[in-house]
């Protein structure tokens, strides 16, 4: 039986992260994945940033140290995050490429047996096996490759999520999350600055709590409690440690 199998560094080169942005829209998956990325980075930058600014200011009430501290802990974060996403996506798209490469030498060499083993997972989900049967061979007509990679390892060979993408989201999203602990613990009166930036810092994890759940399709309720119980322990152990050094 003659396959057409497409090449699989015309795929890879088709759908490098530059390429992808500047020639066509980003896929839905791919705006997800951004999506997730700048809410995280909020996340970190409200959390990580928070932690700081009120351990510093457990310390000492100089504002001008408070706001400093935090401005550094801001462009730290924001470099840490960005350098780890990006490799974090790159690492991720490397493992994908190496996927598609093993996936297209299968192909050449075994065919019916990867046939079989995509009809097969359309039979788990208790299909019939007879229209199991068709639909593989319609989609293994017109795009085998992507068939079986889509069922062995669950994405789409032709939809790589863009490590710069993301990377530029966690860049920009990390210190404009930073921006709210910063402004409430420097703004509020000096004797209620670690009170007043607590119950900012918490709102707005219930906030990033809420979206990370809709983004993930997780439970809300706990994801947002999760998030704030996170951000109330880690103000919590900096205050502590800040209370040590008080002067």
Known sequence: MNVIIPNVKM???????????????MSLAQKVNVLRASVM????????????????????????SILISGLSGSLAGMISM???????????????????????????????HEFDYVQRKYEEQDIDPQLAHQATAELMKKDPLGAVVQERYGFNPQDFTSPYAAAIASFISFPTGSILPMVAVTMAPAADRIWATMVAVLIALLVTGYLAAVLGKSNRIKSMLRNAAAGL???????????????
């Open 11 to 25: 795929i890879i080169k088709k759908t490098k992260g530059e390429t992808i942005m500047a020639k066509k829209k």
């Open 41 to 64: 980075g909020a996340n970190d930058g409200i959390i990580s940033v928070a932690g700081i600014v009120i351990g510093v200011a457990a310390a000492t009430s100089n504002a001008y």
């Open 233 to 247: 322990l880690t103000m919590g152990v900096t205050f502590l440690i800040g209370q040590l050094f008080a002067r």
């Open 82 to 112: 960005c350098m780890g996403e990006y490799v974090s996506v790159s690492t991720q798209k490397d493992s994908q490429k190496m996927a598609i490469i093993n996936e297209q030498q299968r192909l050449s060499e075994q065919y019916q």
